[in-house]
Nanobody
Framework: QVQLVESGGGLVQSGGSLRLSCTTS????????GGWYRQAQGKQRELVAT???????NYADSVKGRFTISKNNGKNTVYLQMYSLKPEDTAVYYC?????????WGQGTQVIVFS
């Protein structure tokens, strides 16, 4: 069974920072690509950042230069470090992993950025 457990969301002032964590019970991220998506109220879920098993990263244009995705294979954890947060970053953030063509999601963690 694939379980993704996110943590680290919260309420932060514009310009602040947060770090999200996503931990799995097994070493999925050392084998499969993982990533973070977000869904703002009334909008579709969108890609934020991805990281391959080899550590290559990709970012949405809206977060380039502000967010960093990383992972610790020994801890089965993927991180999303977010700097210079803006109110438009407010959303529920979801961890994702694709295993053999199947998509698995965490329960989501809320990020609220106020000005």
């Amino acid at each position: 069974q694939v379980q993704l457990v996110e943590s680290g969301g919260g309420l932060v002032q514009s310009g602040g920072s947060l770090r999200l964590s996503c931990t799995t019970s097994r070493s999925f991220f050392s084998i499969y690509p993982g990533g973070w998506y977000r869904q703002a109220q009334g909008k579709q879920r969108e890609l934020v950042a991805t990281i391959t098993s080899g550590g290559s990263t990709n970012y949405a244009d809206s977060v380039k230069g502000r967010f960093t995705i990383s992972k610790n294979n020994g801890k089965n954890t993927v991180y999303l470090q977010m700097y210079s947060l803006k109110p438009e970053d407010t959303a529920v953030y979801y961890c994702h992993v694709r295993i053999d063509g199947n998509d698995y999601w965490g329960q989501g963690t809320q990020v609220i950025v106020f000005s």
